[in-house]
């Protein structure tokens, strides 16, 4: 086993074993941290798909972390009043089933973007799913039905066979456990010669279509799995907070996500998972402190850039990429 393998063996072993201990000590809130790590680490990890194999620098994925919030929200909403969606097709509250749908509209919706903005690349490519993301924002903005502005509220979160969601615990589990799912798929992608044609592709796209594989559908199918995943990771984040807003779709959230990835180590495994630890945890020691607590995760931030080309994981496992 790497060394890496071996620290973000460590990580996941540490998050879970967490909220045991904050509920060992009668400390639930801490138990919320921890679920709020596994989502975000579970967007990031979607991103990374992107970013970190691709090399695909997509400042949209807000959009689909909105959708899956909507997703959820919506879904809740109509379950909880009876009313039916579109089409006569009925709300539900069934985590499973919100998750699908989630993934299924944030798939379709990169398959749309990204037939366009994967024929750019560099800065046009991050305007442009910049562009469409804002698109997006401002439509949930201008959508009365759902709350408009002021967002939606999930008056009680949704189900999952088995377990009462309601439980901070049984949340966490949840979301840690889609959340194994989710970096076993990032691990799969990774080693598999799809992601080895992608890694190549973001090296050198011209001797890839050189030995007869099209970069172009390489990266689309890789913009979509990464969109259904981060997706996924917004109908939690809606069920943590009970609450869904056009916020979740804003260019400040996929600044967020692009901000873990480079902190705990671009195309790393664990790096997701750091990034987010490491952001959560300044924000909760040093937001009650001080409004302007970004100043000191800047700070970090910039020295990661200069000094830590690896992020977090890259320091803590040596310099050597994927170990």
Do not use: K
Not at 21 to 39: G, K, N, S
């Amino acid at each position: 086993m790497t060394r890496e393998a071996i620290v973000t063996a460590v990580l996941i072993a540490a998050l879970l074993a967490a909220p045991f201990a904050a509920q060992a000590i009668d400390e639930p809130f801490y138990v919320t941290l921890a679920t709020r790590i596994a989502i975000l680490a579970l967007a990031a990890t979607g991103l990374n798909i992107a970013l970190g194999l691709g090399g695909l620098v997509s400042f949209g994925h807000a959009a689909f972390f909105g959708i899956g919030g909507y997703a959820a929200g919506i879904l809740a909403t109509h379950a909880f009043n009876g009313e039916p969606l579109f089409l006569g097709l009925p709300g539900t509250n069934q985590m499973i089933v919100i998750w699908l749908v989630g993934a299924l509209a944030a798939g379709a919706a990169a398959f749309l973007i990204g037939l366009v903005s994967l024929r750019t690349s560099g800065v046009y490519f991050i305007m442009i799913t910049l562009a469409f993301a804002q698109m997006i924002y401002y439509f949930a903005i201008s959508w009365p039905a759902y709350g408009g502005e002021d967002g939606l509220s999930i008056y009680v979160r949704n189900t999952f066979p088995g377990a009462n969601t309601l439980a901070p615990m049984p949340f966490f589990l949840i979301c840690f456990g889609v959340l194994c799912v989710g970096l076993v798929a990032f691990w799969c992608l990774m080693n598999s010669r799809f992601g080895a044609a992608l890694q190549a592709g973001r090296q050198n796209e011209v001797r890839l279509a050189a030995v007869g594989i099209a970069p172009f559908t390489i990266r689309l199918a890789a913009f979509v799995v990464s969109a259904t995943l981060t997706a996924v990771a917004g109908a939690l984040f809606a069920d943590l907070n009970r609450f869904v807003s056009p916020s979740m779709l804003s260019w400040h959230m996929s600044g967020e996500l692009i901000v873990l990835i480079i902190l705990g180590g671009v195309g790393r495994l664990g790096g997701p998972l750091a990034g987010a630890a490491l952001f959560v945890l300044f924000e909760f020691a040093l937001g009650g402190i001080t409004e302007r607590w970004q100043l000191f995760l800047g700070l970090v931030l910039l020295g990661v850039v200069l000094f830590a080309r690896g992020g977090v994981m890259g320091f803590l496992a040596g310099r050597a990429r994927h170990g």
